[in-house]
């Protein structure tokens, strides 16, 4: 019981100071590890060699990225050039069945007529009929 009452009078005087809070009883924990230091010591040689391996890991982490950029890049342009084969593809088409149209179309019909005073503002009778067509049909 002494052994309380000094307890007690020791947890009194450090509450009175300030120094601390009212103890709080703490749970029962596993101890913890230190992982800032490494488990097993590392001289510089070895520092080095880790240094320079993981130097080897980000350089072949950048050349992938490049690689897999210039792929990107050039799979794009690819695309680029699939789509303009299929746009010119479809203008040749659409040429031809200006060609046709022009053909066939009376001048001195309402739509002969109407259409001499929209190919005014084109290079060719050829390029207002593709535009013509184009947005008609």
Partial sequence: MDSIDKLLA????????????PP?????????????????????KAASLID?????????????DIAE???????????????EQLKAKQREALKNQAKEWLAKLDPFSSEGLWFERFAEGYASKLEAAIEYLQNNY
Avoid: C, H, M
Wanted: charge should be negative.
């Fill in 10 to 21: 020791e947890l009194k005087t450090e509450y009175q100071e300030g120094k601390t809070s």
């Fill in 24 to 44: 709080q009883p703490q749970p029962q924990s596993k101890p913890q590890l230190n992982i800032t230091q490494p488990l097993i010591p590392v001289t510089p």
């Fill in 69 to 83: 950029e210039l792929k990107r890049q050039e799979e794009l342009e690819q695309e680029r050039i699939r789509q």
């Fill in 52 to 64: 320079n391996l993981l130097e080897e890991v980000k350089a072949d982490f950048a050349e992938r």
